[in-house]
């Protein structure tokens, strides 16, 4: 049977398995769940008013489950935390509980915010105030907020100014399945009338059969109404369309991380990673952060009012904290305080990577490298999949093919080039890694509490529970050991299969009844098994000095502190193409936005026409890497040859020249939470941009694109939207030779041959970029900086540039340096802002290595009456003017401020 399911994984089939996982109606707690939806009518549960003790940033009360004959109280309390956001947590005291679920901890796991949020918990808040009045507590908080809990219904209204923005539980769907016996279950009057008894204590799917569901049922669930938004984002990971779509007569997202083969698109089948946020952007903006990481399901509607989402888990308590802001951006702001933003990625993790499965040995290795430099395409990081280790057995080498990896490793490092190889959580059984693990006692266990085995890519496994002290301890000796071979400091890598994948497990994954440190059930951590697995990884690599880079494929709320994330397994088709934008938008606005898909699609081979305009819309894709199945032909760049070369060539050398507006753009959202791939509604104000997901800007450079994502397409119909702002042609990062305009409010249709990047930049916006060719990005560093200034009508812009060292973390010593560009029409004044206050040698290294060597104005109105330019430091500034773009020619050291004037002939105006 093992070796059937193995095969049936290893040969190429063209789609997903749909069978192969549950639909809510195979899910007993789903089908549970929706049932009492569809049928409960009033309220069963009310806050005791007698219990309720209230302090500064805390309120703790009995909440009570009545039905006749019943009475069941479950601790709440509702916290004050920091960003102006409140909590609220609904547990289960289950000490009756004690010594009837097995090996199994009685308790509701309640520690799913120890690995979500940014260092291991949140910060409270203090209320304004909190008090009962009546039959509701009230409680005032933040500057804006008020929350209004009728004790009754158990109802929750949040307000922010005033203006109702969310009710919490307004139909009835709070529902928590209580501790019981089997035995009692049944029994008459043990079940309300709105519940059903679906699988209460056994899983009918398959192979989940196996369950022994030692708890019995005990899920939960509740239904958020926002009360103004019309639109609703987040809750990742799905192959669908940005704007979440009503799950109304069909089934709902599944939140459940599973290694999902040859996915579809338009689906709400669950993926690898799970991020329970959503988002609603409005004229205020809504988000409701759902901590629990066991297997949800999330049902989302449209309404006259505003829009509403029922959430369900199979386990765990109730917990979740609501965030209203005006702006859509400080909802991410807020958020990010919680788990935190992205990391600042090292800056060549920006650039290229080239993948695939498998680079075969170093001769395949060193050949690739040095065909990007024959044909002038820069990259920086070069990938082993799976067949580089021996056997697959993690942290060894096949000697006879890598027979000396740490000179591999040397000889890319020379021209500053990376090497990521894969490392997963499975270790074949029989040799040294897993041998250890079991000795150790830190490897995950099945429900009898015993080593759990199971199959996947080097056959039979075992794995690592890193929710264990001594499973991390025992992944970093493994680690330290692999690397104790190479003198350089540029192998990456890279953790797989960390859903975790276990190919004869239900569901693709491990069974829920296997047992985790703690004797937490898998059911109950199942979602942040794969963020525990990275973070594992990035501790140990972490020397304090280099950052880490580490991608993972599994994730939860908080992995974007450590690790880059890549879609998994995806198809080469243009729908494929173009739901990974999609995708890419709903990771950017839950604090994720370093992420990508493999370019061409993991399976099959793209027609040279695809693989360059997905090589053109990557570009745009903050992780930006080719990668590919076995069975596929090879497909680098230069592969296709012609025209297809020249324009992916083309695309790779825009990106790498955009890499100081990625970086900057980074670093914001490292700073703030913002996105750095915008959907639109981050940028203007038009309600028609809300269902718009093929067109993006990018970071604050006001630079907006979008790209080709249809076969035979040679234009693309881009929205410009409304307001003060027009826009100015910049397809292929170029001006063009006469400078196109594009009013607010209007279609443009920009021509896209096969070799173009449909572009434009909103009137108002600079950005800095590098324009020259090299092979990586370390060999960029000392590259002098172009200056693109696009101002509006009455001639004024503004930008932003970051730069650090790009590698180090002595950014935080201050070692930084940040540039505030301000053009008026009379004026262009570049300003360093911040510099490393505590030690002037970085910027001093700066400025006397790299320089802003070129700036270039647009103005759509001409520079007809422009008379000269010169700049305060009295250096000679040459200009030249062609029509709507005024070159400027500067020798200027990028750490040193400097103001441009602009003199112009007065015009009589007649
Ligand atoms: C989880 O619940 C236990 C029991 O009520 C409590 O002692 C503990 O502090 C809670 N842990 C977290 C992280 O909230
Ligand atoms: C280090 O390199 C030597 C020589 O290539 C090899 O025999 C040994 O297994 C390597 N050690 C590790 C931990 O990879
Ligand atoms: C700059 O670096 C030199 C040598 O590394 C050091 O001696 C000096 O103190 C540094 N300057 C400042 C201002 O910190």
């Known amino acids: 049977m093992k070796l059937v399911v193995l095969a049936w994984f290893v040969l190429a089939v063209t789609a997903v398995k749909h069978e192969l996982f549950k639909t809510c109606a195979q899910s007993g707690f789903c089908t549970r769940q929706r049932h009492y939806a569809n049928h409960v009518s009033t309220s069963h549960y009310a806050i005791d008013p007698k219990s309720i003790s209230i302090s500064t940033d805390k309120v703790e009360a009995q909440l009570i489950k009545k039905w006749p004959g019943h009475s069941i109280a479950f ?70 907020s008020r929350a209004e809990i009728d004790l009754a219904q158990f109802v929750i209204n949040f307000f922010y100014d005033g203006e109702l923005e969310l009710s919490v539980n307004e139909n009835n769907y709070l529902n928590i399945e209580h501790w019981r016996e089997e035995d009692e279950a049944d029994e008459d009057g043990n079940l309300m009338a709105e519940e059903l008894d679906f699988d209460l204590f056994s899983d009918s799917f398959k192979d989940s059969a196996a369950d022994s569901v030692p708890v019995g049922p005990e899920s939960v669930a509740l239904d958020f109404q926002f009360k103004k938004h019309h639109h609703l984002y987040g809750i990742p990971e799905h192959s669908d369309q940005f704007r979440l779509p009503s799950t109304k007569g069909g089934e709902p997202f599944r939140l459940y991380n599973v290694d999902i083969f040859e996915y579809e698109t338009s689906s709400r089948l669950p993926m690898y990673g799970s991020i ?36 369900m888990s199979e386990n765990g308590v109730v917990d979740f904290i609501v965030t209203i802001e005006p702006k859509v951006a400080d909802v991410n702001r807020q958020y990010g305080k919680v788990v935190g933003n992205t990391m600042l990625p090292p800056l060549f993790s920006l650039g290229y990577h080239q993948c695939r499965w498998n680079y075969n040995d170093e001769a395949d290795v060193l050949d ?12 920086d990081t070069i990938w082993l999949d799976v067949e580089y280790a021996d056997r697959k057995h993690y942290f060894t080498w096949q000697e006879d093919k890598f027979p000396n990896p740490g000179r591999m490793a040397r000889k890319l490092d020379r021209i500053g080039r990376h090497l990521v190889v894969i490392i997963d959580p499975h270790l074949a059984t029989g040799y040294f890694a897993s041998e250890e693990l079991i000795d150790d006692g830190s490897e995950m266990k099945n429900s009898k509490g015993e080593t759990f085995k199971g199959h996947c890519w080097p056959g039979e496994s075992v794995w690592v529970d890193t929710l264990n002290p001594k499973g991390r301890a025992f992944w970093a000796f493994q680690y330290q050991r692999f690397l104790s071979n190479y003198t350089t400091k540029n192998v990456h890598f890279w953790n797989d299969m960390n859903e975790p994948s276990v190919f004869d497990g239900p569901e693709t994954t491990a069974p829920k009844d296997n047992l985790h440190f703690g004797n937490w059930e898998h059911r109950s951590i199942h979602n942040i098994y794969g963020l525990t697995l990275h973070e594992a990884t990035y501790s140990t690599i972490n020397d304090g000095d280099e950052r880490p880079f580490i991608l993972t494929r599994s994730y939860y709320a908080g992995s974007q502190r450590t690790a880059a994330m890549w879609f998994g397994d995806n198809l080469p088709t243009w729908e494929h193409l173009r739901t990974s934008v999609s995708m890419l938008l709903t990771h950017n606005v839950v604090n994720y936005p370093f992420v990508g898909v493999d370019i061409g699609g993991f399976f099959g081979d793209p027609s040279p026409e695809l693989l360059t305009r997905w090589f053109q819309t990557s570009i745009f894709y903050p992780f930006m890497r080719q990668h590919a199945h076995l069975d596929t032909r090879r497909r680098e760049p230069w592969v296709a040859g012609g025209v297809y070369t020249d324009a992916m060539r083309n695309a790779i050398r825009l990106r790498y020249s955009m890499l100081p507006i990625w970086y900057t753009a980074f670093h914001q959202s490292a700073l703030t939470g913002v996105p750095v791939v915008k959907p639109m509604f981050y940028e203007v104000n038009d309600d028609a941009v809300m269902e718009i997901e093929d067109q993006f800007f990018v970071g604050d450079s006001g630079i907006m ?62 950005f800095f970029r590098k324009r020259r060719y090299r092979r990586s990005t370390r060999l960029m560093a ?18 932003r540039l970051y730069i650090d060292d790009g590698h180090s973390f002595s950014y935080k010593q201050g070692e930084f340096l940040e540039l505030e560009v301000t053009a008026t029409a009379s004026a262009i004044t570049v300003d360093v802002v911040s510099q490393d206050s505590s030690d002037a040698n970085y910027s001093a290294q700066l400025a006397a290595m790299v320089e802003i060597d070129q700036i270039q104005v647009v103005s759509a109105s001409g520079f007809a009456d422009v008379s000269s330019v010169s700049a305060d430091s009295g250096a000679d500034t040459h200009y030249v003017i062609d029509g709507s773009v005024m070159t400027i020619t500067a020798h200027h050291p990028i750490s040193q401020s400097m103001t441009l004037t602009i003199s112009r002939d007065v015009v009589d105006e007649l």
């Not at 291991?120 to 105030?129: H, L, Y």
């Not at 000392?782 to 930008?799: E, K, M, R, W």
């Open 75 to 144: 601790p709440i309390s509702i916290h004050g935390i920091v960003g102006n956001q409140l909590r609220v947590i609904i547990d289960e005291d289950r000490s009756s509980a004690q010594g009837e679920t097995g090996l199994v901890n009685p308790r509701r796991y309640n520690e799913t915010g120890k690995w979500a949020f940014n260092g291991g918990q949140v910060e409270t808040q203090a209320f304004k105030s909190a008090k009962v009045q009546k039959n509701q507590l009230v409680i005032e908080y933040g500057e804006h």
């Open 705 to 766: 694109a979008k790209p080709v994502m249809d076969a035979g397409a040679n234009k693309v119909k881009m929205y410009i939207p409304q307001g003060q702002h027009k826009y100015i042609d910049y397809t292929d990062g170029d001006f063009g030779s006469s400078v196109k305009v594009y009013q607010p409010g209007t279609t443009a249709t920009i021509g896209a041959p096969i070799t173009s990047i449909p572009m434009v930049v909103r009137q108002g916006s600079a």
């Open 782 to 799: 000392q590259d002098p900086y172009t200056l693109t200034i696009v101002v509006d009508d009455n001639g004024n812009a503004h930008g």
């Open 368 to 379: 690739i490298n040095s065909k990007f430099d024959e044909h002038g395409i820069p990259y």
């Open 276 to 311: 329970p946020f959503v988002i609603a952007p409005g004229s205020s903006s809504v988000g409701v952060f759902w901590v629990n990481a066991a297997d949800t399901w999330v049902d989302i509607d449209y309404n006259d009012e505003g829009s509403h989402t029922h959430f």
